[in-house]
């Protein structure tokens, strides 16, 4: 069997495909395959720094709060401060600020993330780890919403939504350094 390397990201082949009217032929011509609708291409895309694609809803600390207790703190301790106990430890997610150039870097959300937006949707993606993707929307704001209190990021008052998550600066916002190939813009 031949495998193709096409050198494209899977979601850009996926798009591709999506869109094709050869695919859709080839469906009618060899009765095999099913068509990608919007929603489930979807699950194939990362939510960018701009925010596309984020979902309704929204959360606060406060709710976010519970929803950690209940989901993440297992793994990441009851504050944030991680969990190293083989089998069941989870990362650090607070401290590390400025940490990255030293011996001996802390990576963590508010040291080394450069987006709210990815917080967001590894969250949505992969958390909590033992059922990923099932918290609601409303959960994974607030639980977001929760870090980012902690991290002194946000206020504890302050809602994340749509709007309000990728006006978030982040700490490391600026210790990342845009990639200048231009076949990136083959992908967009």
């Keep these: 069997m031949c495998t193709l390397k096409l050198g494209l990201p899977a979601a850009a082949v996926l798009a591709m495909l999506a869109a094709s009217p050869v695919l859709a ?10 068509p990608v609708d919007q929603q489930e291409l979807a699950k194939f895309f ?4 701009d925010g596309t694609g984020l979902p309704p809803g929204s959360g606060a600390a406060a709710a976010g709060a519970k929803v950690f207790a209940d989901n993440c703190a297992a793994c990441h301790g009851e504050k944030g401060e991680g969990n190293p106990a083989k089998g069941i430890g989870g990362d650090k997610l607070l ?16 040291s ?27 959960d994974v704001y607030a639980v977001v919403a929760y870090i980012l209190s902690e991290a002194k990021i946000i206020k504890p ?32």
């Design 112 to 138: 080394y993330w450069p987006y709210a937006t990815t917080l967001f949707d590894y969250v949505k993606r992969a958390m909590p780890f033992s059922a990923p993707g099932s918290l609601s929307d409303n």
């Design 25 to 34: 032929q080839s469906q009618m011509r060899y009765g095999f395959g099913a």
């Design 95 to 110: 401290g590390g600020r400025g940490s990255l150039a030293s011996a001996t870097p802390v990576k963590t959300v508010e």
């Design 46 to 49: 990362s939510i960018p720094a």
């Design 157 to 188: 008052t302050d809602t994340m939504n749509a709007t309000t998550l990728p006006k978030v600066v982040m700490p490391n916002r600026d210790g990342f350094v845009p990639d200048p190939r231009p076949e990136l813009e083959l992908y967009r």
